[in-house]
């Protein structure tokens, strides 16, 4: 995420600029490149192969996210927390149309361990962090964003069949009232519980997951998880406003 801000602000501009620039090796801010690129975030500048800028797709996304300036900032104070208490993987997504995107993550430190790629999108439908900010959503929204993702997963190879709209929002309903989300769905082997942060008028804004091997997703790690996230999540959005 550093890496695709430092570009942001000194597009266009090279591997060795960045490198120097972030004060890290310039094998490591390559290969973060070369994520990025390969996940449609960045593009070469126009007649400079070896510079880089944002993609359209990037800079659509930073517009949209214009209410969450502050978001990373805040977050990630609060993630280090939840992640020296879990010890597991923490991600931090934010909703674009149908689909969550991954805009910063903090790695477990077990040897195993689930780790998303910055920039990945999921599916919002089959995940803790999607339905999550899903359950602070109106039920036309909901359904708005439930045909689309729907006619999207009818495109590609989904993970699961989605729900019924009458099925999700029962699930919407339960996820409010307790106050995460969970699934295995969108990963085999993976627990996720995700909880919402909110603006000050309950808007979701972003999520917050815990995202567990399921070796270690055991009935204790899964109720902690659940008391921990949503204080977390609640101290993000309090931050924020």
Same mark, same amino acid.
Not at 9 to 25: M, R, T, Y
Not at 133 to 141: A, N, P, V, Y
Not at 180 to 204: E, K, L, N
């Given at each position: ?18 490198? !120097?620039? &972030? ?10 490149? +070369? @994520?990025? $690129?390969? =996940? ?33 900032? !805040?977050? &990630? ?10 010890? +597991? @993987?923490? $991600?931090? =997504? ?33 995940? !803790? ?113």
């Amino acid at each position: 995420m550093v890496v695709l801000e430092t570009v942001a602000d000194l597009q266009p501009v090279g591997v060795s600029e960045l490198a !120097a620039h &972030l004060k890290q090796p310039k094998t490591s801010v390559q290969r973060a490149l +070369e @994520t990025l $690129h390969e =996940a449609s975030w960045i593009r070469p500048a126009v007649g400079e192969r070896t510079r880089w800028e944002l993609t359209f797709r990037a800079s659509r996304l930073a517009r949209k996210a214009g209410n969450h300036f502050g978001l990373r900032e !805040a977050a &990630l104070p609060i993630m280090e927390q939840l992640r020296r208490e879990t010890n +597991e @993987t923490i $991600h931090l =997504a934010v909703l674009d149309d149908f689909e969550i995107v991954l805009i910063e993550r903090l790695e477990s430190p077990h040897a195993v361990r689930h780790v998303e790629p910055l920039g990945g999108r999921a599916p919002v439908l089959s995940t !803790a962090t999607g339905k999550a900010m899903l359950s602070c959503m109106d039920g036309d929204e909901v359904a708005r964003v439930y045909n689309e993702a729907v006619k999207a997963e009818s495109q590609s190879v989904a993970v699961a069949p989605p729900p019924s709209l009458d099925a999700l929002m029962a699930e919407l309903a339960e996820i409010a009232a307790r106050g995460y989300a969970t699934t295995t769905s969108w990963r085999q082997d993976v627990f996720a519980t995700g909880a919402v942060i909110v603006a000050a008028d309950r808007r979701p804004i972003a999520a917050l997951s815990v995202s567990t091997p399921a070796g270690r997703a055991t009935p204790e790690n899964r109720a902690l998880h659940a008391q921990l996230l949503p204080i977390a999540a609640q101290q993000i959005s309090e931050h924020l406003f």
